[in-house]
């Protein structure tokens, strides 16, 4: 079972990539092959139809897919802003969508969001769920919130309360255990 | 593997229950055990906390949730009203949350929506994912719209045209797929 | 300018009905004529089609487009079902769609929410927006959400912390500008 | 009165930006000042913090929120990706929301979509409505969907059947008349 971890956001110490990294490292403990990359790594350009018709789907794009292609399923840490998906990562997904076969689909992803208030990012999530069912991914109902996440991190990247560890481990446990049914399909 | 399929409508002819009464018996045909019944056989006051406080939870209410708790997965057939999730199965499902553990909780349902409309209810379906996901309940990313509903049905309550059953046949084979492997977690 | 103030819970100690009460209060001191009921008030069964097709839209649901009819704007508490809309509440839509014309059509309504929980209700605010827009209704952007509601009233339904008078008496200003504006079209 | 209209789309033949230039036509018609933009005249960067922290907001995104600033609404035509909002344009309303105060704030919208398929965008359309409202900008209830979008224009860019120059006009008798109204305020 193989595990593709990123972040939706651009910013070098963005809370959700911590939040990923950590959740990465718990999943490799618990078994899974875990591929963390972060969205920066990917040279994407805004969406254009007319960049596609004369150039067709830029290289940086064309390598998320295959890495997206490659795994069974997805850890995505995705940040809200103004309530609704962040648009570098709407914008990397809808390149996504135009590789066929769509690399995503069949797959099965865990959405998980940090955020600095007290809320937590749900609704950035709810709006995520929607292109992502859209392109064909199954997603795990139980997501995983971080509120007040500037606050949760020890220097090494760890959760400074074990509550968030235990909360995280039972989250993916229960997600791997859907993978590993699906993967079988 | 058991399957609880119903319709999100209490109108007695109802393009919806036309439509799971179609994909049950294409389910049944694939080798599942079905589970057919309607929104209206159960006796479902509107929510009140006071109800709740003061009664319980309804034996009706209750009759659905053990229905549901006994299937490993669902076929929901739902129409769309006001471009959201129907009030009277918003409402069921509002009851259905209050049971605990909530019946529906790590199942696996496959929405479908007959419109008499060119859109087809896909609106509709958008909405009735969030309710489903928040209470649990894993949902296959392809759903199945049937367009223009009124027209699609012959006397027997099969299609008129064998375009539908394909397409119906094929999206049960991916979703019974998907439940059969969930089922041996 | 008259104002249709009401909550989207059936319960008696509802706290969308004290908060809705309050706003009621507070914009009548702001000059505006404020008709508050509940929806309890209005005997609304779970829509069917085949009740409207034999006996007509209900008395109860037409009682309850009447008040809507005569209003020039609605406040509306609405609590969070699900992250998404309460039952009662969207039922009562369903069946207000079905006058002709839609009673809400052109009006304006400000949306708040009150929640026991941190979150305030907004999930299910972004949810209820989608009937209310489609049925031709304007929604003031901002919303007034409280959170942890259940400590926020005193014994005279007023708040216990000037703070959220404040911020009410803002949120109505604004308002009801905007429906004061809206009315002279 | 001034309109700022824009499409959503980054391509030069955008059936979005015929539609949005169709409709600025008609505005002017009906006495509007209006000022009609692409949305790649500005140069926008993918979202990052770490831009913001370091650069300030990119003089691209400054210019958008000028023209925004300086209108009383807002005409946007916008594609729908995915059943959600385009990448480009979350992005680049991404970027507005960091300019204080929030450009949009206190504005009135009318939403399009031209859509190459049957259903025409409004599930699109649906998803930009949360950011908006949250950056505190009011929407018209109607929206302009004009689904087979391909087929409509003719070579002057005009619709090629006059039932739709009258819905358009009537949509935007509407929200002039939404918008002239909340100018007074």
Redesign the interface.
């Known amino acids: 079972m193989k595990v593709f971890a990123f972040a939706g956001?651009?910013?070098?110490?963005?809370l959700n990539h911590q939040l990923v990294a950590r959740a990465a490292a718990a999943a490799r403990g618990q078994g899974a092959e875990v591929d963390l990359a972060r969205l920066?790594d990917f040279d994407?350009p805004?969406?254009?139809?007319?960049i596609e018709e004369q150039q067709g789907i830029p290289p940086g794009v064309m390598a998320l897919g295959e890495r997206l292609a490659e795994a069974d399923a997805y850890l995505i840490a995705a940040p809200e802003?103004?309530?609704?998906?962040?648009?570098?990562l709407?914008?990397?997904?809808?390149?996504i969508?135009r590789i066929k076969p769509v690399p995503i689909?069949d797959k099965v992803a865990m959405l998980l969001s940090a955020s600095p208030s007290?809320?937590g990012g749900?609704?950035g999530l709810?709006?995520l769920?929607?292109?992502?069912?859209?392109?064909?991914?199954?997603?795990?109902?139980?997501c995983f919130v971080l509120p007040l996440a500037g606050d949760k991190f020890d220097a090494e990247g760890g959760f400074n309360d074990e509550k968030w560890d235990e909360r995280l481990e039972q989250a993916l446990i229960n997600f791997l255990?859907?993978v590993?049914?699906?993967c079988?399909?």
């Open positions: 956001s651009l910013r070098k110490g963005s920066s994407i805004l969406y254009s139809g007319d802003y103004n309530y609704s998906i962040a648009g570098p709407k914008n990397a997904l809808d390149w969508s689909t007290a809320v749900e609704r709810l709006a769920r929607t292109p992502l069912m859209v392109m064909g991914c199954m997603i795990c109902p139980r255990a859907n590993e049914a699906l079988d399909r």
